[in-house]
């Protein structure tokens, strides 16, 4: 026993994947092929997957956002246990893998649920602010380049109801957020750290799962 997370052996990483989430046979086949390609390490953990999907159903979200979609595992992975009448806007840039994710959201019937838009994410964010929705999203799930963090996070906060979580994915960085100095990507994780820390507006917390991720609930 221990009272710190412990060290993943690839043993007990095995045992984990054997026991510790269900994965649907959409998602295994989606995470199989993101596997083959060159940037498959930009996929989220299907642990993580299964977590966040998990809190789409204990929050009893309708509304979520995503920014940074993918070849769409992990919105794929909340889409599969929101309501009939759930909605995801997600938002990313690149038409080559949100195609791809497209024909799985499709083949897993989930595309009815989901509202693609391909801009810049802080494009989306503000005009749906402008739209009016302020304070009628359940869930953002931020995943994009890192340097805009802190811009989502304070359009999130807006979009959200209170209540409502902001999920920010890679806060351990692989671990250099813990090192001196670092590159604009591991600066701005180690800003947005500290930032969440000490920001009164929400309840935290900064879980080891994965690349590291902050849960912030909106008071
Ligand atoms: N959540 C995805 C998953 O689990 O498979 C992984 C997302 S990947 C780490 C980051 C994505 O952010 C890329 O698909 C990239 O095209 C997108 N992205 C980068 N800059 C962006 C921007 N300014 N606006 C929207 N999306 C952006
Ligand atoms: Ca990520």
């Not at 043993?11 to 998602?27: I, K, P, Q, T």
């Not at 949100?98 to 391909?118: C, E, M, P, S």
């Not at 890192?146 to 999920?167: H, N, Q």
């Amino acid at each position: 026993m221990t009272t710190r997370t412990l060290t993943l052996t690839d043993a007990l990483y095995g045992y984990l994947h054997s026991v510790g989430w269900r994965e649907s046979d959409n998602l295994v086949t989606l995470r199989e092929m993101t596997a083959q390609r060159s940037d498959a390490n930009m996929q989220i953990a299907p642990e993580q997957g299964q977590f966040m999907a998990l809190l789409v159903q204990l929050l009893g979200a309708r509304r979520i956002i995503e920014i940074g979609v993918f070849t769409g595992y992990s919105t794929l992975s909340m889409a599969e246990v929101l309501p009939e009448d759930g909605y995801i806007l997600a938002c990313d840039v690149n038409p080559e893998s949100t195609g791809i994710a497209r024909r799985y959201w499709q083949a897993a019937g989930v595309d009815g649920k989901i509202n693609l838009q391909l801009a810049p994410a802080l494009e989306t964010l503000n005009n749906v602010l402008t739209d009016g929705e302020a304070g009628t999203f359940d869930m953002v799930f931020i995943d994009a380049d890192k340097s805009s963090y802190d811009d989502y996070y304070e359009c999130c906060l807006k979009l959200l109801r209170p209540g409502g979580l902001v999920i920010l994915d890679n806060m351990l960085w692989s671990g250099r957020v813990a090192d001196e100095g670092g590159d604009a990507d591991t600066d701005a994780l180690k800003v947005m750290n500290r930032k969440i820390h000490q920001d009164e507006r929400v309840d935290m917390v900064l879980l080891p799962l994965a690349d590291g991720v902050t849960l912030a609930r909106k008071r």
